[in-house]
């Protein structure tokens, strides 16, 4: 059995900018400040966004942590309003359909999810593409922990709670578009591939040492091959 957990955003969809949108207008209404524009939202998490950009602003950490909560709850009232105004925001990423359900069907692959995303936050994006987040097994969100490298973890214990499988780190295969999807399952053995579909190009993903690199995930045999290697 081999879990292949997929990142969302850049890997699976693009949203045009909704996320940092609602996160900035959230960050405004519940702190009195928006972050730096400047700040790259890839490849973190929705709680390191809010404590890094708020932090940025000069707010303590403790007032942070008193006012995440609420920071998120109205980032997915703000998420889920702005992708019902505008539906087309929201694409997949060319290949994804055919991906998922090719993986899908390979007897021994379990398919999941690793993102930075909360939980509501995933489910909000992956609906407005119409992917249903059900499809997606095992999964580990960014409400699960605010550190990136500790969600391959969180995942390998869902395996075991929810499906009674024990799945070793070199069983597991992350698939990313940014350094920080390549780096996240070093710790427990998990492998990676990245993916340029994102804000990194081929190139700049091969240089954190994938176990493979696709520019986008439209050959669907050679991806599938790659994460059964």
């Given at each position: 059995m081999?879990?292949?957990?997929f990142?969302?955003d850049?890997?699976?969809?693009?949203?045009?900018g909704?996320g940092?949108?609602?996160m900035?207008?959230?960050l405004l209404?519940v702190?009195?400040?928006a972050g730096d524009?400047a700040?790259?939202?890839?490849g973190?998490?929705?709680?390191?966004?809010?404590?890094?950009?708020?932090?940025?602003?000069?707010?303590?950490?403790?007032?942070?942590?008193e006012?995440?909560d609420?920071?998120?709850?109205?980032?997915?009232q703000n998420?889920?309003a702005?992708?019902?105004r505008?539906?087309?925001s929201a694409?997949?990423?060319?290949?994804v359909?055919?991906?998922?359900n090719a993986?899908e069907?390979e007897q021994g692959?379990?398919?999941?999810?690793?993102?930075?995303n909360v939980?509501d936050?995933?489910?909000?994006k992956?609906?407005?593409?119409?992917v249903?987040i059900?499809r997606f097994?095992?999964?580990?969100f960014?409400?699960d922990?605010?550190h990136?490298?500790e969600?391959?973890?969180?995942?390998?214990?869902?395996?075991?709670e929810?499906?009674?499988?024990s799945v070793?780190?070199?069983?597991i295969?992350?698939?990313?578009?940014?350094?920080?999807?390549?780096?996240c399952?070093?710790?427990?053995?998990a492998?990676?591939?990245g993916?340029?579909t994102?804000r990194?190009?081929?190139?700049?993903?091969?240089?954190?040492a994938?176990?493979?690199?696709?520019?986008?995930l439209t050959?669907?045999?050679?991806v599938?091959?790659?994460?059964l290697?």
């Open positions: 081999k879990l292949i957990l990142d969302i850049g890997t699976l969809l693009w949203t045009d909704a940092r949108k609602s900035e207008a959230a209404q702190f009195g400040a524009p700040y790259r939202y890839d973190k998490t929705d709680r390191q966004i809010t404590r890094e950009q708020m932090r940025g602003a000069g707010i303590d950490n403790a007032v942070i942590d006012r995440m609420e920071v998120l709850a109205v980032y997915l998420l889920g702005f992708l019902a505008d539906p087309s694409k997949l990423c060319h290949g359909d055919a991906l998922l993986v069907a692959l379990v398919m999941g999810l690793l993102t930075g939980r936050g995933a489910a909000h992956l609906n407005a593409v119409g249903d059900a097994r095992v999964n580990a960014g409400s922990h605010e990136r490298p969600l391959p973890r969180v995942a390998q214990r869902r395996a075991q929810t499906l009674g499988l070793p780190g070199d069983r295969v992350i698939v990313g578009d940014t350094p920080a999807d390549i780096a399952g070093r710790p427990i053995g492998r990676a591939i993916v340029a994102g990194y190009g081929v190139e700049d993903l091969a240089a954190h994938p176990h493979a690199v696709f520019a986008d050959d669907t045999d050679r599938l091959e790659a994460l290697a």
